[in-house]
T-cell receptor, first 114, second 111 residues
Framework: GAGVSQSPSNKVTEKGKDVELRCDPISGHTALYWYRQSLGQGLEFLIYFQGNSAPDKSGLPSDRFSAERTGGSVSTLTIQRTQQEDSAVYLC????????????FGNGTRLTVT | DAKTTQPTSMDCAEGRAANLPCNHSTISGNEYVYWYRQIHSQGPQYIIHGLKNNETNEMASLIITEDRKSSTLILPHATLRDTAVYYC????????????FGEGTQLTVNP
């Protein structure tokens, strides 16, 4: 079946511009996660959505970062006034929702801020 | 989540079994052990997970010691496409279901 889909696969933007990254989770998955991975670094948790519960935003690095999930499905990660240190691969994952369920990742959006 | 310790890198000959160790000596009774791998330029791929019993699927086997303080991921017949970074993660319910990734083990399968 279809996996987690992310778009765009690559995004180049100028410093100071806003960007939106999209994630389409696996159908029926109630949990959705955003991570980012800087060059040569490990995965850094950003935000977690579970059903209709308030999202866990504890990993967002600054108030320039926000995310929403409309209708319990598609999610958008927005970065305002991008900085060069925001350059990274942004990964989305979804899971069926039970806390022990494995996460299934997309292939990410590579963001380059020039 | 309990901290895990993995070797930084390992090599394996193509066609041989790859045995990737992971230490998690502070694991609690309600923490699962998960294994993921990440091939260059792709998102992490789920491999297998377990609580205390050994597990096997089409990709790999997971052997967890009786005291649960360590585990081994076994790829029975490694291929060149198994070259990747392998992450061992322990996950507890109270962590809000997130996975915390460490540095992982770079496995290189050689022809």
């Amino acid at each position: 079946g279809a996996g987690v889909s992310q778009s765009p696969s690559n995004k180049v933007t100028e410093k100071g511009k806003d960007v939106e990254l999209r994630c389409d989770p696996i159908s029926g998955h109630t949990a959705l996660y955003w991570y980012r991975q800087s060059l040569g670094q490990g995965l850094e948790f950003l935000i977690y959505f579970q059903g209709n519960s308030a999202p866990d935003k504890s990993g967002l690095p600054s108030d320039r970062f926000s995310a929403e999930r409309t209708g319990g499905s598609v999610s958008t990660l927005t970065i305002q006034r991008t900085q060069q240190e925001d350059s990274a691969v942004y990964l989305c994952a979804s899971s069926p929702g039970q806390w022990y369920s494995p996460l299934h990742f997309g292939n990410g959006t590579r963001l380059t801020v020039t | 989540d309990a901290k895990t310790t993995q070797p930084t890198s390992m090599d394996c000959a193509e066609g041989r079994a790859a045995n990737l160790p992971c230490n998690h000596s502070t694991i609690s009774g309600n923490e699962y052990v998960y294994w993921y791998r990440q091939i260059h330029s792709q998102g992490p791929q789920y491999i297998i997970h377990g609580l205390k019993n050994n597990e096997t699927n089409e990709m790999a086997s997971l052997i967890i010691t009786e005291d649960r303080k360590s585990s081994t991921l076994i790829l029975p017949h490694a291929t060149l496409r198994d070259t990747a970074v392998y992450y061992c993660i322990v996950r507890v319910e109270t962590s809000g279901s997130r996975l915390t990734f460490g540095e992982g083990t770079q496995l290189t399968v050689n022809p």
